[in-house]
């Protein structure tokens, strides 16, 4: 008998445990790297991938997963690979890889990861891990019941299927003020449903087996330092088709990182910057 799929975020990370016939460990959005733009910028900090990957190891060691699935953007440079890249992407997931197999569905800014892999860079960085990196399809992919996409493209017709849909891209965030008329920008989950509409529009093709009406989980972006879309911003521009053409704008609901509902996204009052 097939166990049904749990989702539980791991408290106060943005990191979620999919828990069905396996346990899965799911990252989004690690953005490695992205030191180098910021210092282009005149905001000059130090490499922060020791950190992320420690705050990795830690979710790892918390979830004990089975599988362990990166949702896109595991680099930052684009579209080049920088001398960062080629020293920092093959450590971070060989250092992962010790733990568990690891997918990765490539992002936006993931453009020649392949040529990063553990594997490809062993001999010259003398790595050393237990598992496989596998690098998976911009448009997304089924596992263990659970459709995984980064959230650039259209999505594969069979992700439908699933009864979640987990998706990076648009590193959700709420602005929220106190009643000392002070506002603080908080990194939160987005949970959606689609509009059937829509997804029959854009895929003709799909029949009534084909579709088991999908809660669309939007995750936060795993680097703290990469931005983000402030989603109760009158101004917001989300990311993607899957959030642009296919989700019910108006049904999103936002969760904070420590579990807490908070409303629907269209009901959060937005505070600018400064009250």
């Given amino acids: 008998m097939h166990r049904s799929t749990r989702l539980k975020p791991l408290i106060n990370n943005a990191a979620m445990i999919v828990e069905g016939e396996f346990k899965t460990l799911v990252i989004a959005d690690l953005h490695l790297g992205i030191e180098a733009e910021l210092r282009e910028k005149g905001i000059n900090i130090g490499s922060q991938t020791e950190k992320l990957l420690e705050r990795a190891i830690?979710?790892?060691?918390a979830a004990e997963p089975d599988v362990i699935v990166l949702l896109g953007d595991i680099k930052h440079a684009v579209p080049k690979i920088s001398w960062t890249d080629r020293k920092e992407v093959p450590f971070f997931l060989a250092k992962l890889a010790k733990y568990a197999p690891v997918y990765v569905v490539k992002g936006n800014h993931d453009g020649h990861l392949n040529k990063l892999l553990p594997k490809a860079m062993?001999?010259?960085?003398?790595?050393?891990?237990?598992?496989?990196?596998?690098?998976?399809?911009?448009?997304?992919?089924?596992?263990?019941?659970?459709?995984?996409?980064?959230?650039?493209?259209?999505?594969?017709q069979d992700l439908f299927s699933a009864k979640y849909i987990l998706i990076g891209h648009n590193h959700p965030r709420i602005r929220l003020s106190s009643q000392v008329h002070y506002s603080s920008m908080k990194p939160v989950w987005i949970r959606a449903k689609c509009d059937y509409e829509a997804v029959k529009k854009q895929y003709p093709g799909l029949r009534v087996g084909g579709w088991n009406d999908p809660?669309?989980?939007?995750?936060?972006?795993?680097?703290?330092?990469?931005g983000g879309i402030t989603f109760n911003s009158p101004n917001k521009r989300l990311l993607g088709p899957i959030a642009t053409k296919l989700l019910r704008i108006e049904d999103m609901?936002?969760?904070?990182?420590?579990?807490?509902?908070?409303?629907?996204?269209?009901?959060?009052?937005?505070?600018?910057?400064?009250?």
């Fill in 58 to 61: 830690r979710c790892v060691k």
């Fill in 122 to 156: 062993e001999q010259e960085h003398k790595q050393k891990h237990e598992h496989n990196v596998y690098i998976k399809s911009t448009r997304g992919f089924l596992f263990d019941g659970v459709g995984y996409l980064h959230g650039h493209t259209w999505p594969s």
């Fill in 215 to 226: 809660w669309v989980i939007i995750m936060p972006a795993f680097n703290e330092i990469c």
């Fill in 253 to 275: 609901g936002a969760y904070l990182l420590d579990g807490t509902y908070i409303g629907k996204v269209e009901d959060l009052e937005y505070a600018p910057p400064g009250i």
